[in-house]
């Protein structure tokens, strides 16, 4: 393999394109060939063994390609704001509120340093956009890791296990729930100011509760789209599941319930194309709860036509296959560029790898906070990314 070098060379030199700071080019033809003798890795999960041929230091953005340039734009910058290494603060269901210039989100529901389990529930929080701007703009816009404090909602009964979010949905955060114990697993409307009113839309499919719900994504016809796994059971703070592992879609205006794609392992992330015309749906099979990891299973992205009229996800095919870890959350972008919480992969509409935002760590999802701003969730940590790229507009039904 060529040294760090030869490749930083090759990124100074590539097709007159300049190099953005803290970034390496890494063009797939210096590693195609390692050779008999070479070290090849032998786990997807280790972090020790995550693709960094460079050994650049964490965290830093790595480009397969030029064309991530152009999402990364002249000046991009990772900062670690938030930080609680006692607690799994930061898992899951970001969603950025324009108005009030916060991000809501989920704690992590069963599992490491979740506090929570078949008896205890997780936690919703908020952190402030506007504070994270104030802090770094005091630290200097440099600072690498600074401390902005983030907000424990205080939130009735009726979320369990927060999990995945969407929206804004007509003014309301939409929080997805994996249920807790034999408490159903709903989707919930969730107001964003205090005192955090919340509306339960759905909990059933014809009277059976769903396995553990979690993640969930507005189309732009307004209807919801949502996944629905089996973790709650595999991380033992739900009971023995007894539906399929399916994908649903949900009439929010009627209340209609329907499945629209199945034959997963385990459903996951859930995305559109900017027009709505494509379904993005990430199976984290590879890695299940208490059965442990399994790395011949799928850790992929499927992508689907969305059919005009009925909406059921059709001509199923693999779109991206990760190479570290697996991909739980998904975002795109305005020009239809995918972004996975796998050490924070992005692809372009082709499913070709053209980035990462090089993190070294466990990280679950993430979302876009306003222009140029990207914010991802790492579990007990929440880091800050500048970029050029901007996240698709909220539907507005």
């Not at 369990?160 to 969407?166: I, L, R, V």
């Not at 989707?187 to 059976?208: E, S």
């Not at 209340?255 to 984290?284: M, R």
Request: proline fraction near 8%.
């Amino acid at each position: 393999m060529r040294s760090r070098n030869v490749l930083l060379m090759l990124a100074s030199a590539a097709a007159g394109h300049a190099l953005p700071p803290n970034t390496v080019l890494i063009e797939p033809s210096s590693f195609a060939v390692m050779g008999p003798n070479a070290t090849f890795r032998q786990s997807a999960f280790d972090p020790a063994e995550y693709f960094n041929p460079t050994n650049s230091s964490p965290p830093f953005f790595q480009a397969f390609d030029v064309s991530f340039f152009d999402i990364l734009g002249d000046s991009p910058s990772i900062h670690q704001v938030a930080e609680n290494a006692t607690w799994a603060f930061a898992h899951e269901g970001p969603v950025y509120v324009s108005e009030t210039d916060e991000v809501f989100f989920a704690s992590r529901a069963g599992g490491d340093l979740s506090f929570s389990d078949w008896d205890h529930n997780n936690h919703m929080c908020k952190i402030s956009m506007s504070e994270i701007e104030s802090a770094l703009e005091a630290a200097g816009d440099n600072a690498a890791n600074i401390s902005v404090p983030y907000t424990v909602l205080d939130i009735n009964d009726d979320i369990q296990m927060a999990n995945g979010g969407g929206g804004p949905f007509e003014g309301d955060v939409l929080v997805i729930t994996s249920g807790r114990g034999y408490l159903p697993p709903s989707i919930v409307r969730l107001n964003p100011y205090p005192p955090y009113n919340t509306t339960v839309i759905l909990d059933n499919f014809f009277g059976r509760q769903f396995n553990s719900l979690n993640d969930i994504e507005v189309h732009p016809s307004g209807n919801l789209f949502f996944t629905d796994p089996t973790y709650g059971y595999l991380i033992r703070f739900r009971p023995l599941p007894l539906m399929p592992t399916q994908v649903y879609r949900l009439d929010p205006r009627t209340g209609s319930v329907s499945v629209v794609a199945d034959h997963f392992g385990l459903p996951n992330g859930i995305a559109f194309s900017p027009d709505g015309s494509t379904a993005y749906i990430t199976d984290t099979a590879s890695r299940a709860g208490f059965l442990g990891v399994n790395q011949t299973l799928p850790a992929t992205i499927y992508a689907y036509d969305v059919d005009e009229e009925t909406q059921a996800f059709q001509n199923r095919r693999v779109f991206a296959y990760i190479e570290t870890s697996v991909i739980d959350g998904i975002s795109v972008d305005t020009n239809g560029n995918v972004y996975g919480s796998a050490t924070d992969g992005v692809f372009n509409s082709n499913g070709m790898l053209i980035g990462k935002i090089y993190l070294n760590e466990n990280t679950a999802n993430m979302v876009f906070a306003g222009p140029g701003r990207f914010l991802i969730l790492a579990e007990t940590k929440i880091y800050l990314v500048r970029i050029a790229a901007a996240g698709i507009p909220p539907v507005s039904p």
